[in-house]
């Protein structure tokens, strides 16, 4: 990670500009126009949203951190925010009373788990490091509130998200198929539904965060290319050409 990338807590004004970034880049993919009178409204619902979740009246329990430009201090980088919510194993609690779907779970099944949502990099920020520092600061943020995990919901279409959230140590706990969205469509915001996975890594077991898939599947190539390897040496060897 860069280390000149500070992420800190938002304060004051950072609401709105984490609310811009996070709407140009997970509704425009930061091909924006500012006189764009539905993305206006959609960036004022945001810093709402945003406020009311992490604000300061909320209490110690969440946070939105942000990181800003050195240059521009109203223009945000990156953001995301995190949040403590009750959870049944990889499911919101509240999603499941919302449904109907909640009777018969029994209270103690019902535990708190923190929740990072929101996170978004400006399009021109990518690469550089940004999205990395506000996640580690999150995984901060979740130890300090004494969480030995930090978990996160991402859309199953997000390939770009969830390849830096694997590199990160973030592993899928579960899904939800009908998550409830929101889609720009011919320059309007409608509701619509979304296929949603909830990741989870360990904040102090690092074994739990391998991906044995993936360990597996580098073996069963390096394997192979041993294989490979030593059939090209014996036909060398069959030339007169020893480098064994």
């Known amino acids: 990670m860069n280390p000149s990338v500070d992420a800190s807590r938002a304060r004051g004004g950072d609401y709105n500009a984490a609310a811009e970034t996070f709407v140009d880049s997970f509704f425009y993919d930061g091909e924006v126009d500012e006189r764009d009178v539905e993305r206006r409204g959609l960036v004022r619902s945001c810093a709402r949203d945003m406020k009311r979740r992490y604000g300061a009246r909320v ?62 990099t400006a399009r021109e920020a990518r690469r550089r490091g940004c999205g990395k520092a506000v996640m580690r600061a999150l995984e901060e943020e979740c130890a300090e509130l004494g969480f030995d995990e930090c978990c996160l ?10 390849s830096l959230y694997k590199k990160l140590g973030y592993k899928v706990i579960g899904s939800e198929r009908e998550a409830a969205a929101l889609e720009v469509v011919d320059g309007r915001a409608v509701e ?38 030593d059939a090209v040496l014996d036909v060398l060897f069959d030339f007169g050409i020893n480098l064994y």
């Open 192 to 229: 619509t539904t979304t296929k949603t996975l909830i990741m989870r890594k360990s904040l102090t077991n690092s074994v739990e965060n391998i991906d044995v898939a993936t360990v597996g599947a580098v073996l069963a190539l390096l394997a192979f290319l041993k294989v490979q390897q």
């Open 59 to 120: 209490g110690d329990a969440s946070a939105l951190v942000v990181v800003m430009d050195a240059n521009d201090s109203k223009k945000c980088l990156a953001c995301g925010g995190v949040e403590v919510r009750p959870y049944v194993g990889a499911m919101d609690y509240e999603t499941l009373v919302k449904s109907g779907k909640a009777g018969g779970i029994a209270e103690e099944r019902v535990r708190e788990r923190p929740i990072v949502a929101n996170v978004a």
């Open 153 to 162: 919901v991402v859309e199953a279409r997000n390939r770009r998200a969830q």
